[in-house]
């Protein structure tokens, strides 16, 4: 089992920046993707960021250049720096652990609203 404790979340102005965390715990091996996704009201879960225990990062085209993906991979933990945030990243975001399963945390809540 993984256990997550994300934090980070909260109401920021359009333009603004948040800094999310994601630090897991459980039962797993030292290699893993965790990344995060979002899920706006009314739609369907989508990716926007993903890093690799050797530090390769993707993102989603619509958070490119403003997102930043980082790792601290001894404590299991990531972060999602978001800058020029943008009324549409209003969504609850979700931290995902992948190794082999997958395994997701419980969910922050950003809203981006003046």
């Known amino acids: 089992q993984v256990q997550f404790v994300e934090s980070g979340g909260g109401l920021v102005q359009p333009g603004g920046s948040l800094r999310l965390s994601c630090a897991a715990s459980?039962?797993?091996?030292?290699?893993?993707?965790m990344g995060w996704y979002r899920q706006a009201p009314g739609k369907q879960r989508e990716f926007v960021a993903i890093?690799?225990?050797?530090?390769?990062?993707n993102y989603a085209d619509s958070v490119k250049g403003r997102f930043t993906i980082t790792r601290e991979h001894a404590k299991n933990t990531v972060y999602l720096q978001m800058n020029s945030l943008k009324p549409k990243g209003t969504a609850v975001y979700y931290c995902?652990?992948?190794?082999?399963?997958?395994?997701w945390g419980q969910g922050t809540q950003v809203a981006v609203s003046s």
């Open positions: 459980g039962s797993f091996l030292g290699i893993w993707t």
């Open positions: 995902k652990l992948v190794m082999g399963a997958e395994f």
């Open positions: 890093i690799t225990t050797g530090g390769v990062t």
